[in-house]
């Protein structure tokens, strides 16, 4: 069912609890009963089963028998969660009374979600993971579709707030009353199963009890219990292909069992290329989820090369590991649960982050095996998303069939045999030239639908080919032409893919093919994908229907309910006896923490579409205490997770706490890429981090945006795409706000010092005569003239790296857009050598540089290796040019793409660029009376929801005792301090946003405002522009000779505040107070903070930043145990704002103000009442 934390696995090992993954593979059909197991759902038989086998139904034990707990009850729940052929789940029937609070609380969330907007209003929560209602009923986009959520374990008998939660909020107290008579008799019938399951694992486990293992224990400690009423539209509907997978994988096997063994098959998710030899078709060629491309050897055509599901068309050849920036094989960054945050936050395979829904039925889940399970909704058909299998969208077109051009649809090319040469050196038919970067000929032109060129081979680790489907921004008719690379050790081909918008089709008749025929739409075939709940344990009921109209029941449509799972691969639709059932399934961590004993339920659930027909369900996910973490019973490592092709778990699950997990998942569901529209590319984000964001000389308020090309100034793809991109950007007016950056991508790194002619090249390469290619007709000129170029065609092939060094060079001088536009015009126009010095330094004085230093900076050691170093990054990682990065500067959103685009996509692009830079900025209250507009701050994140999640909420006494304010290093804090360090204690970036924050909180500050920078140093991080404005400057610290090189400091003040909280200066002194990076080390904060409020003027204003770095063994210990745990902290610091003195303080504020690439930094700011 749909939970706060959920579980979604392939082969590949994942990485956290916590992650969401719906959809794993493209490509649609609704699911039949071969897909169900057999011939039907519910007693169907599954592939290896004989028919009258039929898989055993969930297990249902009458409430009066559970009760009682008699053997034959123990018996009854082993049966449920122990063994292969459990399912994980148990029915409670016969609940006396449980019938009416059922019904009359569904009732009550039906009428809150179609009927009672002024209610949903009322009960409205900061975020979907947070207490309250969230979401648009009828048109919501998010995973979590429209719900009402609130913990239980705050509204029962003895019940507490628990603010990590977050606190509940109703739309009334009639409707909270309702669902708290409901969720106590709920809560108390799962705890009496818990404790059943303890009477299984005391049987069956060694040493259960004795070592103080116990479900009931955590299930009864656990401060949430998360009661989530979910209003599914009508129209959501998502992908799954995990039965197709499976019935692959069988036939592989079957296949295999009949042929001579395979010589050596690898092992899947080995991260090894593993020279396989097949001599009979295999479907799925590449090992699922291994992350790389095998050296595989075949005789026939393979029905898919690629890696299933890993987000790339892969078939490479690698010398040495990929560095995945995930686990090995998941090709993701994937909302993974580490000591430090993780800031990518991709899942597993899929190529893009998930848990995606649509305001409308997604209609198209993505063309089979194109790289990228998407997900996608699409206002008009897609006519050709490339060819299936192939992991780039392309729109290919050939007039004829491409006999032997490797394997079909593989989505890269690889290194393959064939058992008869193919001599054809382009695409057959696709009237274009297919750019090869090769010094001799290759006879093998690749491989039909490939996307890229093929026949590569890298000598560095490949994290990700550039795919544009694999997760960038790319339209279905965008214009494809491509370069690919060629490096020292390869041969590289590159392919030129046609484009409907940018050639003349009527010139080209034979280039349009069945490709571009209307595509069926088609729709995904469940509500909810095949997963396992990542938290202890679910409680969930039989779903109810209602029409959308007017919320009146309706029956279940036909094709529709909760399916569940073995091991073994049984499926059956949940029936039960009693249709108020309670219904406990085992979740991850409840499988993990009894050693794998109990088996955790996989289960989705099946949606038909039914037309206005809404379905909802009130799932409760329990959460154990949060600091438990999620260990086994000692020995009982390797059968606590599963294995094989239904196993939706691995054991990067293991050692990790329910705290992590938890803010994991909710710092993905906060964020708007949870959206799929908004959903960023794990390439993206490598890229990101690879090429920082500049800070923008513009100024002014509107968004800026820069653009990072990838590129080899000799590729003409590039430039017509750069001069499109240029034109679009004059046309919607950003001249001042767009920034190009220029990164080398060589096409061939080894070109001749002397060159070779561009007609020999092409004769040699691809069997193009002079003349064809001197021709007005050849397409690659016709696109050219179009974009305002008149390409000459006697320019030569040329090495390019000294023009980089140039263009490199020229950076500094904000010259590089300039230089790249001349040496263009020098070389694709007046066909000048731009690789000679001669040429360059002409070029560099025409843009305004020095001819003398142009040429000391070609020939500088320092500035050659910067180029090749960034050369080596990107070769890594991409495999074909042109490639642009495109980012708002402050947000770090933005999108790739790749390939030649027209102008009128490239005026589309920029303005999803600046529709992804609305999710950044809030406002808070400011000192004296004046709102503070934060452009840097992320509304979205968990920090800046925490306080807000709280409705005004705070304890009443200090939660707190005095050993949380032990520390391990009880020295005299003097001692550390006696040595001045002149030293930063973030990154470049972070120190950048704290800047930025306090630029804005100062621009509201009034003439003359005084500053006391408590705990600070050499640096206070003040805006020199405003900080001048400040008639006293009082910093505070620990070394006088840090303080005396503080350059900002119209005052120093020695105090170590930790021996005496005690401030020397009067009350109503200063209008701003700063705590940055500090507050984790105050062993009496309560102490502190009501200094700060004594000496701070009437309407005045404090803010303490933090991050997760710290000196651990000076930090308190209520800090120390989660150094990283942004939101925990941001609750501690409003506890020392809310009792430091107690009531003193208002207008408080939390704030993620984090770079995208950098160290998070975070804000607690109140202000004095006036």
Same mark, same amino acid.
């Given at each position: 069912?749909?939970?706060i934390?959920?579980l979604?696995?392939?082969?590949?090992?994942?990485a956290?609890?916590?992650r969401?993954?719906f959809g794993?593979?493209?490509g649609?059909r609704?699911?039949?009963a071969k897909?169900?197991?057999?011939?039907?759902?519910?007693?169907a038989?599954?592939?290896g089963?004989?028919a009258?086998?039929?898989?055993?139904?969930v297990v249902?034990?009458p409430y009066k028998?559970?009760a009682e707990?008699?053997?034959?009850v123990?018996?009854?729940?082993?049966?449920?969660?122990?063994g292969?052929k459990?399912?994980g789940a148990?029915?409670?029937?016969?609940?006396?009374g449980y019938?009416?609070?059922?019904?009359?609380?569904f009732r009550?969330?039906?009428d809150?979600?179609?009927l =009672?907007?002024?209610?949903?209003?009322r009960?409205a929560?900061v975020? #979907?993971?947070?207490?309250g209602?969230?979401?648009?009923p009828?048109?919501?986009?998010?995973?979590l579709?429209?719900s009402m959520?609130f913990n239980?374990?705050e509204v029962?008998? #003895?019940?507490k707030v628990?603010p990590?939660?977050g606190?509940?909020i109703f739309p009334?107290?009639?409707?909270?009353?309702?669902?708290v008579?409901?969720s106590t008799h709920?809560?108390n019938i799962a705890?009496?199963?818990v404790?059943?399951?303890?009477?299984?694992l005391e049987e069956?486990v060694?040493d259960?009890a004795?070592?103080g293992?116990?479900?009931g224990r955590l299930?009864d400690?656990?401060?949430a219990?998360?009661g989530?009423?979910?209003?599914?539209d009508?129209?959501?509907?998502?992908e799954?292909?995990?039965?197709?997978?499976?019935?692959?994988?069988?036939?592989?096997?079957e296949?295999?069992?009949e042929i001579?063994p395979v010589?050596s098959?690898g092992?899947?998710?080995?991260g090894?290329?593993?020279?396989?030899t097949?001599?009979?078709?295999?479907?799925s060629?590449?090992h699922a989820?291994?992350g790389?491309?095998?050296?595989?050897?075949h005789?026939t055509?393979?029905?898919?090369?690629g890696?299933a599901?890993?987000?790339?068309a892969s078939m490479?050849?690698?010398?040495?590991?990929v560095?995945?920036?995930g686990?090995?094989g998941?090709g993701l960054?994937?909302?993974?649960?580490?000591?430090t945050?993780?800031?990518s936050?991709?899942?597993a395979g899929?190529?893009?982050?998930?848990?995606?829904?649509?305001?409308?039925?997604?209609?198209?889940a993505g063309?089979?095996?194109d790289?990228?399970a998407?997900?996608?909704t699409?206002?008009t058909?897609?006519k050709?998303?490339?060819?299936?299998?192939d992991?780039l969208a392309?729109?290919?077109?050939?007039?004829?069939?491409?006999?032997?051009?490797?394997?079909?649809?593989d989505?890269?090319?690889?290194?393959?045999?064939?058992?008869t040469?193919?001599?054809?050196?382009?695409?057959a038919?696709?009237?274009?030239?297919s750019?090869?970067t090769?010094?001799?000929?290759?006879?093998?032109?690749?491989h039909a639908?490939d996307g890229?060129a093929s026949m590569?081979?890298?000598?560095?680790?490949?994290?990700s080919a550039?795919?544009?489907?694999d997760?960038r921004?790319?339209?279905p008719?965008?214009?494809? !032409?491509?370069?690919?690379?060629g490096?020292?050790?390869?041969?590289?081909?590159?392919q030129?893919s046609?484009?409907?918008?940018?050639?003349d089709q009527?010139?080209?008749?034979g280039?349009?093919?069945?490709e571009f025929?209307?595509?069926e739409?088609e729709?995904?075939?469940y509500?909810l994908?095949w997963?396992?709940?990542?938290?202890f344990v679910?409680?969930l009921?039989?779903e109810m229907?209602?029409?959308e109209s007017?919320?009146s029941?309706v029956p279940e449509p036909?094709?529709s309910?909760?399916?569940?799972m073995?091991?073994?691969g049984d499926?059956?639709?949940?029936?039960?006896?009693?249709?108020d059932a309670l219904?406990l399934?085992?979740g991850?961590?409840?499988q993990?923490?009894s050693?794998?004993?109990?088996?955790a339920?996989r289960?989705?659930?099946?949606?038909p579409?039914?037309?206005?027909t809404?379905?909802?369900?009130?799932?409760?996910?329990?959460?154990v205490p949060?600091?438990t973490?999620?260990d086994t019973?000692?020995?009982y490592?390797?059968?606590?997770?599963n294995t094989?092709w239904n196993?939706?778990?691995?054991d990067?699950?293991l050692?990790?706490?329910?705290?992590?997990?938890?803010?994991a998942?909710r710092?993905f569901m906060t964020s708007?890429e949870?959206?799929v529209?908004?959903?960023?590319s794990?390439?993206?984000?490598e890229?990101s981090?690879?090429?920082?964001l500049?800070q923008s000389?513009?100024g002014g308020?509107?968004?800026?945006i820069?653009?990072?090309l990838i590129t080899?100034?000799r590729c003409?793809?590039s430039?017509i795409s750069?001069?499109n991109?240029?034109a679009?950007v004059a046309n919607?007016s950003?001249n001042?706000?767009v920034?190009?950056?220029f990164?080398?991508?060589?096409?061939n790194p080894?070109?001749?010092?002397?060159?070779?002619?561009?007609d =020999?090249?092409?004769w040699?390469?691809?069997?193009y005569t002079?003349?064809?290619?001197h021709s007005?007709d050849y397409p690659?000129?016709k696109?050219?003239?179009q974009?305002?170029?008149?390409?000459n065609?006697?320019r030569?092939?040329?090495?390019?790296f000294d023009?980089?060094?140039?263009v490199e060079?020229?950076?500094?001088m904000q010259?590089?857009?300039?230089?790249?536009?001349?040496?263009?015009r020098?070389y694709?126009e007046e066909?000048?050598d731009?690789s000679d010095?001669?040429?360059?330094?002409?070029a560099?004085?025409e843009c305004?540089?020095c001819?003398k230093?142009a040429?000391?900076?070609?020939k500088?050691?320092?500035?050659?290796?910067r180029?090749q170093?960034?050369?080596d990054?990107l070769?890594?990682?991409?495999?074909e040019?042109?490639h642009?990065?495109l980012?708002?500067?402050?947000s770090?959103?933005?999108?790739e793409?790749?390939?030649?685009?027209s102008?009128q996509?490239?005026e589309?692009?920029l303005q999803?660029?600046?529709?992804?830079?609305?999710?950044v900025?809030?406002s808070?209250?400011?000192?004296?009376g004046?709102?503070v507009f934060l452009?840097e701050a992320?509304?979205h994140?968990?920090v800046s929801l925490a !306080?807000n999640?709280?409705?005004?909420?705070?304890?009443?006494?200090?939660?707190?005792?005095?050993d949380?304010?032990s520390?391990?290093d009880?020295?005299?804090?003097?001692?550390? !301090?006696a040595e001045?360090?002149l030293?930063?204690?973030l990154?470049?970036?972070s120190l950048?946003?704290?800047t930025?924050?306090?630029r804005s909180?100062m621009k509201?500050?009034p003439?003359?405002f005084?500053?006391l920078d408590l705990?600070g140093s050499?640096?206070s991080?003040f805006?020199?522009e405003?900080?001048g404005h400040?008639?006293?400057?009082?910093?505070h610290?620990?070394?006088?000779k840090?303080l005396?090189a503080n350059?900002q400091?119209?005052?120093q003040h020695?105090?170590?505040l930790?021996?005496c909280?005690?401030l020397p200066w009067?009350?109503?002194?200063?209008d701003?107070i700063?705590?940055a990076?500090?507050?984790?080390?105050?062993?009496?904060?309560?102490?502190?903070f009501?200094e700060?409020?004594?000496?701070?003027?009437?309407?005045?204003?404090a803010?303490?930043?933090?991050?997760?770095?710290?000196f651990?063994?000076?930090?308190v210990?209520v800090?120390? =145990?989660?150094?990283?745990d942004?939101?925990?902290?941001?609750?501690l610091?409003c506890?020392y704002?809310q009792?430091?003195p107690?009531?003193?303080?208002?207008?408080?504020?939390t704030v993620?103000?984090?770079?995208?690439?950098g160290?998070?930094l975070?804000?607690?700011?109140a202000?004095?009442p006036r």
């Open positions: 069912m749909m939970m934390s959920m979604r696995f392939r082969s590949q090992p994942l956290l609890l916590g969401v993954s794993a593979k493209a649609s609704m699911l039949s897909a169900l197991g057999g011939p039907g759902v519910g007693g038989a599954g592939r089963q004989s009258s086998e039929k898989p055993q139904p249902e034990i028998d559970l707990m008699t053997p034959e123990v018996q009854l729940l082993r049966k449920a969660f122990v292969p459990a399912y148990v029915a409670i029937t016969n609940i006396p019938a009416q609070l059922r019904r009359k609380a009550a969330g039906i809150l979600a179609l =009672d907007s002024d209610g949903r209003q009960a929560a975020n #979907n993971t947070y207490p209602w969230s979401g648009t009828g048109s919501e986009t998010h995973p579709q429209s959520l239980v374990k029962i008998p #003895n019940g628990d990590f939660f606190k509940n009334s107290e009639e409707y909270k009353n309702t669902w008579s409901f709920m809560h705890m009496e199963v404790r059943g399951c303890d009477r299984v069956d060694a259960w004795s070592h293992r116990s479900l299930a400690e656990g401060p219990l998360a989530r009423f979910i209003c599914y009508s129209g959501f509907t998502r799954d292909r995990l039965m197709d997978d499976r019935d692959k994988a069988e036939d592989v096997v296949q295999l069992s001579a010589k098959a092992h899947a998710a080995d090894l290329a593993s020279m396989r097949h001599s009979t078709p295999v479907k060629a590449g989820g291994d790389l491309a095998s050296m595989r050897t005789s055509p393979v029905k898919s090369a890696h599901g890993d987000g790339l490479r050849t690698h010398s040495t590991p560095k995945s920036a686990h090995a998941d960054a994937s909302m993974r649960t580490h000591s945050p993780v800031k936050a991709g899942h899929d190529g893009l982050a998930s848990m995606r829904t649509h305001s409308t039925p997604v209609k198209s063309h089979a095996g790289g990228l998407s997900m996608r699409h206002s058909p897609v050709s998303a490339g060819h299936a299998g992991g392309s729109m290919r077109t050939h007039s004829t069939p491409v006999k032997s051009a490797g394997h079909a649809g989505g890269l090319a690889s290194m393959r045999t064939h058992s040469p193919v001599k054809s050196a382009g695409h038919g696709d009237g274009l030239a750019m090869r090769h010094s001799t000929p290759v006879k093998s032109a690749g639908g890229l590569r081979t890298h000598s560095t680790p490949v994290k550039g795919h544009s489907a997760g921004a790319m339209s008719l965008s214009s494809q !032409y491509r370069t690919t690379l490096s020292s050790a390869s041969m590289q081909v590159a030129i046609t484009s409907l918008q940018t050639v009527d010139d080209y008749p280039l349009v093919a069945d025929l209307e595509a739409p729709a995904g075939d509500w994908p997963h396992i709940d990542s938290n679910t409680v009921h039989k229907y209602v029409r007017d919320a029941l036909e094709g309910g909760l399916l569940m073995n091991k073994v499926v059956v639709k949940f029936e039960c006896s009693d249709e219904v399934q085992m991850a961590f409840g993990i923490y050693g794998g004993q109990l088996t339920c289960h989705a659930v099946l949606s579409r039914p037309p206005g809404a379905r909802f369900n009130f799932c409760n996910f329990w959460y949060w600091e973490v999620c019973p000692r020995g490592e390797r059968q606590a997770i094989g196993a939706m778990m691995d990067s699950y050692n990790i706490t329910m705290r992590q997990s938890f803010w998942f710092k708007p949870a959206r529209q908004f959903a960023d794990v390439q993206f984000k890229l981090e690879m090429l920082p500049f000389k513009a308020s509107q968004p800026q820069q653009v990072d080899d100034v003409p793809f430039l750069q001069s991109l240029e679009a919607l950003m001042a706000q920034e190009l950056r990164h080398p991508l060589f096409l080894n070109v001749a010092k002397e060159g070779e002619s561009l =020999d090249y092409l040699r390469e691809y069997g002079k003349e064809f290619a007005e690659l000129r696109a050219a003239v974009a305002g170029i008149n390409l065609p006697h030569r092939v040329v090495n390019t023009a980089f060094c140039l060079a020229a950076q500094a010259l590089q857009q300039r230089l790249v536009q001349v040496l263009s020098r694709f066909a000048e731009i010095e001669q040429v360059l330094v002409a560099a004085v305004g540089m001819g230093e040429l000391e900076k070609i500088s050691l320092e500035v050659r290796a180029v170093g960034r050369y990054q070769s890594a990682r991409l495999g040019v042109p642009f990065l980012r708002e500067r402050i770090g959103n933005g999108l793409v790749g390939g030649m685009r102008v996509e490239w589309d692009l999803r660029v600046l529709e992804k830079s609305r999710f900025g809030m808070i209250p400011g000192m004296h004046k709102e452009p992320n509304p994140a968990p !306080y999640a709280q409705h005004g909420w705070s304890p009443t006494t200090w939660p707190y005792q005095d949380d304010f520390r391990m009880e020295t005299p804090d003097g001692n550390m !301090y001045a360090r030293v930063e204690h990154d470049e970036s950048e946003r704290l930025g924050a306090y909180i509201a500050a003439d003359g005084s500053v705990c050499w640096n991080h805006p020199e405003l900080i400040a008639s006293r400057v009082v910093v610290g620990l070394n006088v840090e005396e350059l400091a119209t005052e020695v105090q170590d930790n021996e909280s005690q009067n009350a109503d002194s200063f701003l700063t705590l990076l500090s507050v984790q080390y105050l062993t009496d904060p309560r102490k502190v009501s700060m409020h004594r000496v701070l003027k009437p309407g005045g204003m803010v303490v930043a933090y991050s997760h770095r710290c651990l063994e000076k930090s210990r800090w120390a =145990d989660a150094t990283d942004g939101e925990g902290h941001a609750h610091i506890r704002f009792h430091g107690q009531g003193g303080w208002e207008k408080l504020s993620d103000v984090s770079p995208q690439h160290d998070p975070w804000l607690v700011l202000v004095k």
